[in-house]
């Protein structure tokens, strides 16, 4: 485990990452984060214009959980997870007769699924490009992958045994022929035999919710349009749900994270989350205007007001991270250090605090190893 103390500087904001101190320049706030865990992670990637932080994600994640088993730093392929997936969607979409979601979403268990079926590729193995080297856009290639299914799914008993042979030269034609053996560092694998020689094990992950809709300590389907899969999580209350989160940090694991950022509190331009005591609806304009320039009050989490949130659909799972640090302010406010999949030209270098609070009451679900999970905890589920 290696955990990296770091102490703000000055009155601007400062991030301390993994390759050096890096200050926001653009728009410096009375923000001051101290950063107390920092966990190792892989260079910022960016999705582009794709639907896929699911695959971006679970991938950082799965880099980090490298790191920790004490192997070199792999630059894994995204897409080789997006590309397969894309077949399991489109089969799950046919056999439902259209009935279900079909999209660019998906969730961290469709990662694990697919590396159970599939396997891993190194990012040199497949860029997932075949028509824009180094530039990501699905709209097109989703859109026809939808129209080409309705189409299909439209023929109803007439339909042929061909259609998965249109499906998977769309995903060709855009994304380009998965590799079915390539070379790494000198050796020859099969994307099955690479994931073997990582010891990536799916079963030694473990998804986790908290929904008052449903038992606590029992596996639940996570009800949100991005679930196609019907992936189950682990419902744990929510104090408990923080408590993993914080004992998987403290102890070394980082985490895949399944976020509602749809909040005015969540910035991206200056790369902080925060949940007032104060609805922003119910802020003055001054209050609004001034959000994120110091820290304010912020709201205490209960099982209730996070449940209302997700029953009028103001928690969402909007969008999924990866989280590999802790951090407080200048008030002792404690946050999350986030990694993000837009770039590193955004604040703190593409990371963002997250407050507690935040975390507390806007998370959907998160991804740990069964190690990281609090002896306490286990033994309930």
């Known amino acids: 485990m290696k955990i990296f103390n770091k102490v703000a500087l000055a009155s601007t904001l400062i991030f301390s990452s993994l390759v050096g101190v890096a200050q926001e320049k653009k728009e410096p706030t009375e923000y001051l984060f101290t950063n107390k865990i920092v966990l190792e992670s892989t260079p910022i990637k960016n999705q582009q214009y794709t639907g896929t932080c699911w695959s971006y994600c679970t991938t950082s994640f799965l880099e980090s959980e490298l790191i920790r088993m004490g192997k070199p730093a792999i630059d894994l392929s995204e897409m080789f997870n997006v590309r397969m997936n894309y077949v ?6 046919f056999l439902r007769q259209g009935k279900s979601q079909f999209g660019e979403g998906g969730l961290s268990h469709d990662v694990m699924q697919s590396i159970s079926k599939y396997g891993l590729v190194p990012e040199a193995a497949y860029s997932g490009n075949a028509y824009h080297p180094g530039f990501h856009n699905h709209g097109e290639m989703a859109a026809v992958l939808e129209s080409t299914l309705k189409t299909i799914v439209a023929q109803n008993k007439s339909v042929t045994t061909a259609w998965m042979g249109n499906i998977e030269g769309t995903l060709d034609n855009y994304m380009g022929t998965p590799p079915t053996q390539f070379e790494f560092e000198g050796k020859k694998y099969t994307p099955q035999s690479f994931a073997s020689y990582l010891e990536i094990k799916p079963e030694n992950y473990v998804s986790f919710t908290s929904v008052s809709n449903a038992p606590f300590y029992q596996n639940y389907i ?67 205007a001034t959000l994120f320039n110091t820290p304010v009050k912020e709201l205490v989490p209960t099982q209730e007001n996070r449940q209302a949130l997700i029953m009028n659909f103001q928690t969402t799972d909007d969008h999924l991270m990866h989280i590999v640090g802790t951090a407080i302010d200048q008030d002792g406010t404690e946050y999350y250090l986030v990694k993000n999949s837009w770039g590193d030209q955004r604040a703190f270098e593409g990371f963002v605090y997250v407050s507690k609070a ?8 998160i991804m740990i190893h069964k190690e990281g999970i609090p002896k306490s905890i286990a033994k309930k589920i």
């Open 222 to 288: 996570l009800q949100v349009p991005d679930n196609w899969s019907n992936g189950s999580y682990l419902n744990l209350p929510l104090e408990e749900l923080v408590q993993v989160i914080d004992h998987a940090l403290a102890n070394g694991y980082t985490i895949a994270w399944d976020a509602d950022i749809s909040e005015k509190t969540w910035s991206r331009k200056k790369g902080i989350a925060v949940m007032p005591e104060t609805p922003f609806s119910k802020m003055t304009a001054d209050e609004k």
């Open 88 to 93: 399991e969607k489109s089969t799950n979409y």
């Open 358 to 365: 935040y975390m507390a009451m806007k998370t959907m679900g």
